[in-house]
């Protein structure tokens, strides 16, 4: 029996789209190479996962494209997830997972032109990741992308909240000016009917 893991977690997230932020900031759950194959409309996987789960062989294929479009391709991902699966996973795995999901993405497949668009990202991770010698360059330069962004963001941070501050205190200053004069109008038309 294969793991499901993956198609229950993109069935609580097509149930609950809320919980999709902090699923997208954990691993990616162990069956996605399962959900794949039912968002790719394998019958028999997508057969013995409905009997499985109690679902709708519809309900699971639209779970497992909503698991795609937001987990996997979401714009944080990096190459390993885009396709799937994490840094242990072989280049058979990474191959079947590419193929699956350029036969998902593909506008001739489910006749949805934006799903289409993400087949580009698909392409770029497996040109990242398809040879040992280009994992071995992504994975160094995504190694000193990690040591040196914190202190960039942190730098950035710094040098961008003071004009934050300053153009907030400038644009509240304008809009209380602004109001006043409309303040004194009001009171002095309300004036007028007083007397």
Do not use: C
């Amino acid at each position: 029996m294969q793991d499901l893991t993956a198609l229950r977690v993109a069935i609580d997230i097509l149930q609950v789209p809320s919980r999709m932020h902090a699923t997208r900031s954990k691993p990616l759950p162990d069956g996605v190479g399962l959900l794949l194959f039912v968002a790719a409309g394998d019958e028999g996987v997508t057969t013995n996962a409905a009997r499985t789960t109690g679902r709708s062989p519809e309900f699971l294929l639209e779970a497992a494209q909503f698991f795609i479009e937001q987990i996997l391709l979401s714009p944080a991902s990096d190459s390993y997830r885009i396709l799937g699966a994490d840094r242990t996973a072989t280049s058979i795995e990474l191959r079947r997972n590419m193929a699956l999901l350029l036969k998902i993405l593909h506008p001739d497949h489910y006749q949805n032109v934006q799903r289409s668009i993400f087949a580009g990202r698909v392409t770029e991770a497996w040109n990242n990741l398809k040879t040992l010698e280009r994992r071995s360059t992504y994975d160094a330069g995504r190694h000193a992308y990690a040591a040196e962004e914190p202190s960039r963001l942190s730098a950035n941070r710094a040098s961008q909240w003071p004009q934050a501050v300053v153009r907030h205190s400038q644009a509240n200053s304008r809009t209380a000016r602004r109001r006043r004069p409309l303040r004194h109008a009001l009171l002095d038309f309300l004036a007028h009917f007083r007397t």
